[in-house]
């Protein structure tokens, strides 16, 4: 089955607010086996909201609309519906008595006119109830085609395609199943890994596909499956994962979305009871900012130092003067004392600091743009490295995070 989503608003087509509706409901369809066939963004005009309704008829099974649903006058989704269904607006009662419970009970006020009027749908619609917001979805069919339509806000939205789309589509169609597993990797490249793997590829079923999808310093490689055979497709993929592993078991960290290397190294200091603190210049908080928004951090992550300016290094972390003036305050021996610094302030185990030239300009140091030097303190040494990670300055320190991750995680396994 097939599904295109479009987004209705001006403000996404001028860059004035990012489209996150899309991304949610295609996961949200992919997991019940529907496929998205394309994203699309329009704009507030009837007739490219008609044109484009007319273009996907009897083309997909599901044309999932968001935005256009408010109660202002530049919000013209219900009116475009009757326009294309040859329908009239009726007042919904469920909906009032809810919108004017919503009103009076959270603005103490009455009830406006524009507000009653958010209670007016299509004769022929099927409602779908809305109890996070004032505007209902709706649900309509013209020939082979469902026509749905959802709230922009986001939360209500996602209130809807939980509670009423997915369970009515699961409810109401035969699917296809479609399996997904991410393997998470890092520390080589999207080419290097592809060259390791080329035979276990080419000998993958026809029914599995293979898609690459890096990012800085790292490679999440992700394997779908589809078919009407859900056993069959869940032995392929595991009987695959598990010869993936021979291959570049080195080089994996976890599996899926939600294991990512920093929820592994959240896991791994977690189970032999260590701590951890940074203290970060050129990364300006990132390390610290990607590890405590882990659930359960504040179990092993003690705090942070953003020694961005060179006298804080001194005066918080303690890094000689002289090292500075010696060596630069890019350098691998200020990044050995800035780690051994917040390891002492912050009592932990383990250690992470950062200084380099992110770019675009020098700053405090003549060190060439795209150097970073990253020093990781355990009990028993300090490992410091010097990396070149080129430009622009975004680059820099993404790579700089996920390097920092992989040095740290190298330096757990010792000891697991």
């Given at each position: 089955?097939k599904?295109?989503i479009v987004?209705?608003?001006d403000?996404?087509?001028i860059?004035?607010i990012?489209?996150t509706?899309s991304?949610?409901?295609?996961?949200?369809?992919?997991k019940?086996g529907v496929?998205?066939?394309?994203l699309?963004s329009i704009s507030?005009?009837?007739?490219?909201i008609?044109?484009t309704?007319s273009s996907?008829?009897?083309?997909?099974?599901?044309v999932i609309?968001t935005?256009g649903?408010?109660?202002?006058k530049?919000d013209i989704?219900?009116?475009?519906f009757?326009?294309?269904?040859?329908?009239?607006?009726?007042?919904?009662?469920?909906?009032?008595?809810?919108v004017?419970?919503?009103?009076?009970?959270i603005?103490?006020?009455?009830?406006t006119?524009m507000?009653?009027d958010?209670?007016?749908?299509p004769s022929?619609c099927e409602v779908?109830?809305?109890k996070?917001?004032?505007?209902?979805g709706?649900w309509?069919?013209?020939e082979n085609?469902?026509?749905?339509?959802?709230?922009g806000v986001p939360?209500?939205m996602?209130?809807?395609?939980?509670n009423?789309i997915?369970p009515?589509?699961?409810k109401e169609?035969?699917r296809?199943?479609i399996?997904?597993?991410?393997?998470?990797?890092y520390?080589q490249?999207?080419s290097?890994?592809?060259e390791?793997?080329?035979?276990w590829?080419?000998?993958?079923?026809e029914?599995?596909?293979l898609?690459y999808?890096?990012?800085?310093g790292r490679?999440?490689?992700?394997l779908t499956?589809?078919?009407?055979?859900?056993?069959v497709?869940q032995?392929a993929?595991?009987?695959n994962v598990?010869?993936?592993?021979k291959?570049?078991?080195d080089?994996?960290v976890?599996f899926?979305e939600?294991?990512?290397?920093e929820?592994?190294?959240?896991?791994?200091?977690s189970?032999l009871?260590?701590?951890?603190?940074?203290?970060?210049?050129?990364?300006?908080?990132?390390?610290a900012?990607?590890?405590?928004a882990?659930?359960?951090a504040?179990?092993?992550f003690?705090?942070?130092v953003v020694?961005?300016?060179?006298?804080?290094?001194?005066?918080?972390l303690?890094?000689s003067?002289d090292?500075?003036?010696?060596y630069s305050?890019v350098s691998?021996?200020?990044?050995t004392?800035?780690a051994?610094g917040?390891q002492?302030l912050m009592?932990t185990?383990y250690a992470?600091?950062?200084?380099?030239?992110?770019?675009?300009a020098?700053g405090?140091a003549?060190t060439?743009?795209?150097i970073?030097f990253?020093a990781?303190?355990?009990?028993?040494e300090?490992?410091v490295?010097?990396?070149?990670?080129?430009q622009?300055r975004?680059?820099?320190i993404?790579r700089?995070?996920?390097?920092?991750?992989?040095?740290l995680?190298k330096e757990?396994?010792?000891?697991?």
């Amino acid at each position: 089955m097939k599904a295109t989503i479009v987004t209705i608003g001006d403000e996404i087509l001028i860059g004035q607010i990012i489209d996150t509706n899309s991304g949610f409901i295609a996961k949200a369809l992919d997991k019940i086996g529907v496929q998205t066939h394309e994203l699309l963004s329009i704009s507030d005009d009837k007739k490219h909201i008609l044109d484009t309704f007319s273009s996907l008829q009897n083309q997909v099974d599901f044309v999932i609309i968001t935005g256009g649903l408010g109660p202002t006058k530049d919000d013209i989704t219900k009116k475009t519906f009757c326009d294309y269904f040859d329908d009239t607006l009726v007042e919904n009662q469920d909906v009032l008595t809810h919108v004017t419970e919503m009103i009076e009970s959270i603005f103490k006020r009455p009830i406006t006119q524009m507000n009653r009027d958010q209670a007016l749908v299509p004769s022929k619609c099927e409602v779908l109830f809305n109890k996070v917001g004032t505007a209902p979805g709706m649900w309509m069919k013209k020939e082979n085609t469902v026509y749905i339509s959802l709230p922009g806000v986001p939360y209500e939205m996602k209130y809807l395609v939980e509670n009423e789309i997915v369970p009515k589509i699961v409810k109401e169609y035969d699917r296809p199943y479609i399996i997904h597993k991410t393997i998470m990797t890092y520390g080589q490249g999207e080419s290097l890994i592809a060259e390791r793997i080329e035979q276990w590829e080419n000998n993958l079923p026809e029914f599995v596909k293979l898609a690459y999808l890096p990012a800085p310093g790292r490679v999440r490689l992700r394997l779908t499956a589809r078919g009407t055979n859900k056993d069959v497709l869940q032995n392929a993929i595991d009987e695959n994962v598990t010869l993936l592993a021979k291959l570049i078991g080195d080089i994996i960290v976890g599996f899926d979305e939600d294991e990512t290397i920093e929820v592994v190294l959240g896991r791994q200091l977690s189970k032999l009871n260590k701590t951890i603190s940074t203290a970060e210049s050129c990364t300006g908080g990132k390390i610290a900012q990607v590890m405590t928004a882990v659930s359960g951090a504040s179990n092993y992550f003690r705090g942070s130092v953003v020694s961005y300016a060179t006298d804080t290094k001194v005066t918080v972390l303690g890094v000689s003067q002289d090292t500075i003036n010696r060596y630069s305050v890019v350098s691998a021996e200020v990044a050995t004392e800035m780690a051994l610094g917040i390891q002492k302030l912050m009592n932990t185990d383990y250690a992470i600091a950062t200084t380099g030239n992110a770019g675009p300009a020098k700053g405090d140091a003549d060190t060439d743009l795209g150097i970073v030097f990253i020093a990781l303190a355990s009990p028993n040494e300090v490992i410091v490295e010097e990396f070149n990670f080129g430009q622009p300055r975004e680059k820099v320190i993404d790579r700089a995070v996920n390097k920092a991750f992989e040095l740290l995680q190298k330096e757990i396994l010792k000891n697991l």
